[in-house]
């Protein structure tokens, strides 16, 4: 029974060492940090996109990013973001999806046709079946807002 005592003893002399050994702990767990710097730093740099600015159309702004990063002229890039347009809004029309992988799905969505109330005489209305483009973004675009 002696040998417990002495070891309790042992433990209360052993605490306060712990803490002076405290602050080189807290530097070991600020190493990964710097490791993750080293990653990021090892990486390519990814471009910068600037968003629309304000007073000036989205259109435009395509245009002219279409324009900078392949170094054509306005004409071309204004044509290229038309064909675009003009090609996802083609598909649509045949009810087909137009996946963009890591920016997000365009589809056609079916509305059918029901029964509503107007709300200022309380009289029933039918309304009409019809169609509506949805979009649900992809993971790189959720993850980047």
Request: proline residues 6%.
């Amino acid at each position: 029974m002696a040998k417990a005592p002495a070891s309790k003893a042992k433990k209360t002399k052993a605490a306060p060492a712990k803490k002076a050994k405290a602050a080189p702990a807290r530097k070991a767990k600020a190493a990964p940090a710097r490791k993750t710097a080293a990653k990021t730093a090892a990486r390519p740099a990814t471009k910068r996109y600037t968003a629309t600015p304000a007073g000036s159309s989205d259109r435009q702004h395509l245009i002219t990013q279409i324009q900078k990063g392949t170094g054509c002229s306005t004409k071309a890039a204004t044509d290229t973001l038309n064909d675009v347009i003009a090609t996802v809004t083609a598909s649509l029309k045949k009810n087909q999806k137009v996946q963009l992988t890591g920016f997000g799905t365009f589809a056609v969505s079916k509305r059918s046709a029901r029964k509503a109330r107007n709300p200022a005489t309380g009289e029933s209305i039918r309304v009409k079946a019809s169609k509506s483009v949805r979009f649900r973004p992809g993971q790189t675009l959720k993850r980047s807002i």
